[in-house]
Every structure is written in structure tokens, then in C-alpha cells.
């Protein structure tokens, strides 16, 4: 495995191969990104993994500085997953000049949910995900793959009509939510938490299921009681010491609350939800 720091060096790594399967990450790994690894692998001539803390993603009172630099240990994991080049740029080698220039997403899908709580985030993703895209597919002459966890489900929602709508010759894959035995799905930030609070964490996820089983119960019912029962559900969660952001039922295709004219379905939803246990924000979803 080779790992390259500045654009040159990552072009010229690259420019043997026509096919790039592209997993970013900003580190500090764990199973869930070894997954998107071996999601990648299959698929092109060449597997690429990034490493880069994005600044443009953090709010001023958000973690970027104490987020866990482990480079030497996340290259380790990498090799062991057959991962063939990691670029691992700097602030000055990804961003030599301020970023005047961003990726404005539509505020009907980036403004609500996180972007609601994260004001300006999905600006941040979008204009460094781009960034890359550039970086790593600039040369490529066939298929080009990039590999998205379905953890960050709004996320990858973003990703996917950003390459849509600028017509880049991108596939997004979308791979499984990777989780611990108890059910809690892996994060690099449930390092932040301590005993009592990894024990008390996967009711997060224990919330969302209940909350998606009372979606399916309400069936048709389901838009004029749906915010009765994200409160319930938010209070239940509140009630144990959480502080939560959101817990909430909207239909896959927008993000949007499902309305009376919809068919609501299994196959139509998605419960998500965030939520603080001491200093610590957590985030999930399920596909219902």
C-alpha cells in the first residue's frame, strides 16, 4: 500500500490505473470504514482510501480540533484490508488557497435534519467531497466508484443528488450501517464515550426501532400521528438523560415528513434520529 500527501504525488500514483473505487474518510477508522474498503475493492482497478479532517464541515464549537488524528494506525488497518493507496493531504496540500469557492446544496435537503443542527455542514461535505471527486477521478478513463456508509443517511442523500444534478461520471455506492453486537452503530466518535455511557448508547438505535414500529403500526394514520409520536419517542429518550436533536419518520426519496397522498409502506421510510449523551452527539437511521 502506498500512501501520497500532495496532488502531484496521488496523480502520479494513479496514473497507471483507468478504474478508481474511492472510499473518504477523515479517520481515525473503524470496522465500519474497513467495510466500505472491501465494498470498494471489488469494483474498480485500484482502491483509494483518503484521509483528511474537513474543516469546512465543523462549526466553531464543534470537535475539529480534538477530532482523533491516528494516521499511522488507520494505514495499518487499511493494508490489512488490501486497500492499494491512501492520500492523506494536509489543510495546505487540499486547500492552498481560503475555499472561496463551495457546493451549495438545496436547502429543502440540506437545511433540516443535521443541516438544521449543523448550520453550513453540508456545505462542507459537499464542497470537499467534490474537491476529491477531482482529486481522485481527474485521470480516470473507465468506471469511477465512490463508497459511502448508509450511517450518514442524509449524507449520502446529498452526495448522490450533488453527482446527479453536476453530471459527474460517479457511481455512489451505499453500504450497510456496520454495529456493534448490542446493536449500536459504529462511529469513530463512540470513543468519547465512557463505560456507563457505551452501555447506555445503543438505546438510540432501540429508540428508532420502537419509533419505526409505531410508523408501520400507524399505517395510513401514519402523517397525522407521526409527530405525536416522534415526541413520545424523543421524551422516552430524554427521560434516561439524553438530549435529543431529533428522532424523527420521513419517507427515503427526499427526506420529507410522508403525507396523506402517500403510500406508506416498508419500503417507503426511514426513521432517523440524533441525540447527545453527555458530551457526546450520536447519530443513526433505519430503513423501516
Known amino acids: 500500500m502506498k500512501l501520497v500527501h500532495t496532488l502531484e504525488d496521488l496523480r502520479a500514483a494513479l496514473q497507471p490505473y483507468d478504474s478508481p473505487a474511492f472510499v473518504p474518510t477523515m479517520g481515525n477508522l473503524h470496522a465500519g470504514h474497513l467495510d466500505l474498503v472491501r465494498t470498494a475493492k471489488p469494483l474498480g482497478d485500484v482502491t483509494v482510501a483518503s484521509i483528511f479532517v474537513n ?3 465543523f462549526a466553531p464549537h464543534e470537535d475539529f480540533d480534538t477530532y482523533p488524528r491516528t494516521l499511522q494506525a488507520d494505514c495499518d488497518k487499511l493494508a490489512t484490508e488490501g486497500c492499494d493507496l491512501v ?4 489543510e495546505k496540500d487540499l486547500y492552498p488557497e481560503p475555499q472561496g469557492f463551495k457546493v451549495q446544496p438545496p436547502s429543502e ?3 433540516i435534519l443535521e443541516g438544521h443542527f449543523r448550520p453550513g455542514f453540508f456545505v462542507g461535505v459537499s464542497t470537499v467531497v467534490m474537491k476529491l471527486f477531482q482529486c481522485v477521478f ?3 478513463k ?3 466508484y465512490a463508497v459511502f456508509g448508509k ?3 442524509q449524507q449520502q442523500m446529498v452526495i448522490r443528488r450533488m453527482v446527479q444534478q453536476f453530471a459527474l461520471p460517479v457511481t455512489v455506492i451505499g453500504a450497510e450501517t456496520q454495529r456493534a453486537p448490542d446493536g449500536l452503530a459504529l462511529s469513530s466518535r463512540n470513543g468519547y464515550l465512557n463505560e456507563t455511557e457505551r452501555e447506555e448508547a445503543v438505546q438510540l438505535s432501540l429508540a428508532l426501532r420502537a419509533l419505526a414500529r409505531d410508523a408501520l403500526a400507524a399505517a395510513d ?3 397525522a400521528h407521526r409527530e405525536g409520536l416522534e415526541t413520545r419517542a424523543m421524551h422516552a429518550l430524554a427521560a434516561r438523560g439524553w438530549q435529543p436533536d431529533y428522532l424523527t419518520v420521513r419517507r427515503r426519496v427526499d427526506l420529507q415528513p410522508p403525507t396523506a ?4 409502506t416498508a419500503q417507503s421510510l426511514v426513521v432517523l434520529g440524533a441525540a447527545r449523551l453527555g458530551t457526546t452527539r450520536l447519530i443513526d437511521n433505519f430503513e423501516v
Open 55 to 57: 474543516r469546512l464541515q
Open 87 to 90: 492520500f492523506a493531504p494536509s
Open 109 to 111: 435537503l440540506a437545511d
Open 138 to 140: 481527474s485521470q480516470a
Open 142 to 144: 473507465g468506471p469511477r
Open 151 to 153: 450511517k450518514d443517511y
Open 221 to 223: 394514520g401514519l402523517p
Open 261 to 264: 397522498q402517500d403510500a406508506v
